[in-house]
């Protein structure tokens, strides 16, 4: 059930200080509290790995390697902060003359590189979750999981779980077209 509104509250991610306290997301995070509440009760030697978002401040387990640090929650601060980072100095390494000068060589190296006619060979076509859910996520389930179950889970398992559960319909009286146009009006193409 925590998987479940990790991936609900992480669809209304902003990258904002108090992004999930209005809105939908509000009572998605309010329910999973007390789904994570009544977990660490249960998993006492959770409780060491709860920490708190250094940029929104939800509560979310972290790795029991991570114990007591700062970080990013799962649902997408970690990864804005990171691409926000990479950015950042990206722009202060090209603005130089250094970085101006080796951007110009690898323009020219791309002017010049000519069109490979070899098509790649075709891998194996990733789960339809996989597309949609974020890899830090994916690996913040994982850990989730791995910790209320007592052994290692692993990632392909993860996946298998989460793309069951995103095909599952809610559990409402409705008609099926019903149902579609809703999911429609919560996620539009």
């Not at 902060?81 to 390494?93: A, C, F, G, P, V």
């Amino acid at each position: 059930m925590l998987r479940v509104f990790a991936i609900q509250i992480q669809q209304h991610f902003r990258f904002e200080a108090k992004w999930y306290r209005a809105g939908v997301v509000a009572g998605l995070v309010l329910q999973y509290y007390a789904l994570l509440r009544s977990v660490i009760r249960t998993r006492s030697q959770l409780r060491r790995c709860l920490t708190r978002c250094w940029h929104c401040r939800i509560f979310f387990i972290s790795a029991a390697c991570y114990a007591g640090r700062k970080g990013g929650c799962p649902f997408g601060c970690a990864w804005a902060h990171r691409r926000q980072q990479w950015r950042r100095t990206s722009t202060e390494y090209y603005e130089n003359p250094q970085g101006k000068k080796k951007k110009s060589a690898l323009n020219q190296r791309r002017r010049n590189k000519p069109i490979p006619a070899v098509e790649p060979e075709p891998s194996a076509p990733p789960l339809a979750c996989e597309k949609q859910i974020p890899p830090l996520l994916v690996s913040y389930v994982q850990r989730v999981v791995s910790a209320l179950e007592g052994r290692r889970v692993s990632r392909a398992e993860i996946l298998a779980m989460l793309s069951k559960e995103m095909r599952q319909h809610s559990m409402v009286r409705q008609r099926r077209m019903d149902q579609i146009i809703q999911s429609l009006h919560e996620r539009p193409p």
